[in-house]
């Protein structure tokens, strides 16, 4: 650069930046400062870290919360929807009779019970403080439960019936002394006895009465109802004798009560007291009336022949133990059938002492025939290829034994494993249709005899699985009761013609051509028989307790009862000019 002479020139002059006094203090120039100044960056970049975790987690607790929330009651729906599906699948299998499918949902329960309360206790309810309580809680409602209650039977499906452990099982004994004997009430005309389980026949078959088809403005009239004592057997009625039998204490009882009033006549008392929680307590069978006869059969299996008048006895004999035979598990159900000079029993012994058949004037064996086990049907009167025989439905075989002798003429296999009650029905033509419940269904079979008995199966369906409830036939049609739903099948070829109105495991008695039917539940029915479809016509409520004995028609007069009380109804019916 040129410089003009002469000429003064001013330069400025930058000056070097002032430094401020950065010297650290004496004590930091020895060896200790860079690692005071380290450490003071860790305690930052340490705390920093905290803050941005912190942040970092409170961002994504919710998240975390939200899915543990969804874990720990994901089993909730989870074990609801298994149950469900398992009960809804179990009632809709066609296989399974109404009993197990009630079994199986029985387990369902149980099993699902068990898992819900292993969530709350284990996934809910943490606090080791709040899980012994609850199982405190559980252990002492079932020890109050199993204290306060008991199972007092079943019912028709196996559904447990509970009652208080405090309450009474059963009526005491009746006393009998300073009882009266009643002249027979001329008021009571009955148009026909009804002398035996299912009346003449075995059949369960009136001609009469007509009855009316409208019980609301003309309603059966009650003549008696009252108190009776534990059992399933029936009434038998001759004249104005309804005799049944029933447990009072320990006291195993045949008891004659008047018709018209419902008065004991007289009483006829053996030591002996069936009960099991299952089967319930008290004798089965229905006794049977032969002249001034009465024939009675207890649940432990006394047999009892006894005098109309007054019930005193005249001879008795143990079928069990003199066939050497095993008593069932729902005890001695047959009722006597007297045919001839005979009655004749299900005594289910071994060396042809299964059927059994004793004098009725004395009691003195007569003869036995077949090796069967015994069931809970009774011996009736059939005839095939022209020829009367007896008929016992056992509990492995439909057997027919001849009258006179004993011996088995034919039999027929039927599946085991569950109980065979329903008397088989015998239909025309040499026909005989046998039916059992738990899923097995009904066989149609046609008897011949060309030299040699033989047995053909003509159908078969599970449509009708009658599981005691008796069988009826009119006009070529079967009515029953189908797992206690009623159902009516062409007889011919066993096709279903309608299945309506379920009515538990009930009793029928077909009467002028109409259905009489004593319900589960305790009411009275009365249906058309008809294959046109299912029509009530009327019903009248009795009882509200389980009713599973089998009702007595004799002329307008229907004595009914079950387990508890017992009732005679007066029904209305077409007067006959």
Partial sequence: MSISPGRTVSRSVVSPPRLTDTRLPASSTNGNSSKLSLAACGKQLKSGNKKRVRDERNSKAPKN????????????????????????????????????????????????????????????????????????????ATAFSAAAFRIKGVTGD????????????????????????TPLNSSIQTTNDYP????????????????????????????????????WSGFAVAGNHAVTQEQRADEELVVCYELDSGKVRWIHSDAAHYLTTIAGEGPRATPTIVSNRVFSIGATGVLNCLDLRDGKGIWNRQIIQENDANLNDWGVSCSPLVFGNQVIVSAGGSDGRSLVAYDAETGEPKWGGGDGGGGYSSPQVGTFSGVEQILIFNDKAVVAHDIETGSVLWEYPWKGGHPHVAIPLVLPNDHLLVSSGYGVGSELLKITNSGTWSVERVWRTTRL???????????????????????????ATGALKWKEGRYGHGQMILAGGLLLLTAESGDIVLLEASPEGHRELTRFSLFADKTWNPPALAGEFMVVRNDKEAACLRLPIFEIE
Wanted: hydrophobic letters at 45%; aromatic letters at 12%; charged letters at 25%.
């Fill in 65 to 140: 919360g939200s899915v543990k929330r969804f874990l720990r009651w994901l089993p909730l729906p989870l074990i609801l929807i298994a149950a469900g599906a398992f009960v809804v699948f179990t009632f809709r299998r066609e296989d399974l009779s109404r009993q197990h499918q009630n079994i199986e949902t029985a387990k369902a329960f149980l099993v699902g019970s068990v898992l819900l309360l292993g969530w709350l206790l284990f996934m809910v309810w943490r606090r080791p403080r709040v899980r012994w309580s609850v199982i405190g809680c559980v252990m002492a």
């Fill in 196 to 231: 035996q389980f299912l009346g003449p026949g075995r059949i369960a078959t009136l001609e009469g009465p007509i009855l009316r088809r409208d019980w609301k403005s003309q309603p059966p009239k009650l003549i008696w109802r009252q108190p009776i004592g534990a059992g």
């Fill in 158 to 181: 196996l559904i447990p019936i509970l009652d208080w452990r405090w309450k009474r099982s059963g009526l005491e004994r009746i006393e009998t002394g300073g009882l009266e004997t």
């Fill in 465 to 491: 699985k009658s599981k005691f409830a008796n069988l009826l036939y009119r006009d070529g049609f079967i009515y029953g009761l189908d797992d206690g739903i009623l159902v009516c099948l062409d007889a």
